[in-house]
């Protein structure tokens, strides 16, 4: 079944205590990108990545790290978490070839406190 | 500043009617746009786009509406059905490419029996 898997669904942290929230697909798609959703703002882009080695900043990366070592996972790495970025977060991937829908295939959400 | 705009956090409608769920955004330069779905705990769902170079687009009960001089999208639902009710979120493509959508704020719907 072609999926976005992510981990943890859940976290509950404090303040400055290192997380990675994983992020892995197995359509062998070469674009993947994290979002959070908070209320009243939508979703918003944190980083993105073209494929293997390329990321690049979205709208909000301020916090955040990612890396792309191997083209189907694509970790969030929240290095000194912060109580403002509690918040839902989604991983998406897609494919870059072929017809350009844009269609995005999310993962299921993570959704992380920080106390 | 929010470049995509669902002025309507939520929309309440009955069973069989139509729901009309509307995107404004300012940016001159989006040219494809999306429509996703939410379920509660699940991530957003791809269901209907349309390119800026046409004015509707239609997928079984699903139509989408651009009317690019004001600036503005609807997403018509007919009929509604009990299972369409999710926050529905209307999404913009930039000219440059797929890299960065851009999402509007959501709008939660709800259809009852």
């Known amino acids: 079944e072609a999926q976005v898997t992510q981990n943890p669904r859940y976290l509950i942290t404090v303040t400055g205590k290192k997380l990675t929230v994983t992020c892995s697909q197995n359509m062998n798609h070469e674009y993947m990108s994290w979002y959070r959703q908070d209320p009243g703002l939508g979703l918003r882009q944190i980083y993105y990545?073209?494929?293997?080695?390329?990321?690049d900043k979205g709208d909000v990366p301020e916090g955040y790290k990612v890396s792309r070592k191997e083209k189907r996972n694509f970790p969030l790495i929240l290095e000194s978490p912060s109580p403002n970025q509690t918040s839902l977060y989604f991983c998406?991937?897609?494919?870059?070839?072929?017809?350009?829908?844009?269609?995005?295939?999310f993962g299921e959400g993570s959704r992380l406190t920080v106390l | 500043d929010q470049q995509v705009k669902q002025n309507s956090p939520s929309l309440s409608v009955q069973e069989g009617r139509i729901s009309i769920l509307n995107c404004d955004y300012t940016n001159s330069m989006f040219d494809y746009f999306l429509w996703y779905k939410k379920y509660p705990a699940e991530g957003p769902t791809f269901l209907i786009s349309?390119?800026?170079?046409?004015d509707k687009n239609e997928d079984g009960r699903f139509t989408v509406f651009l009317n690019k001089s004001a600036k503005h999208l609807s997403l018509h639902i007919v009929p509604s059905q009990p299972g369409d009710s999710a926050v529905y979120f209307c999404?913009?493509?930039?000219?440059?490419?797929?890299?960065?959508?851009?999402f509007g704020t959501g709008t939660r719907l709800l259809v009852s029996p």
């Open positions: 998406a991937s897609r494919s870059v070839r072929g017809a350009s829908t844009g269609e995005l295939f």
């Open positions: 999404a913009a493509r930039p000219n440059t490419g797929f890299q960065k959508l851009v």
């Open positions: 990545s073209m494929n293997v080695e390329v990321t």
């Open positions: 349309i390119s800026s170079i046409k």
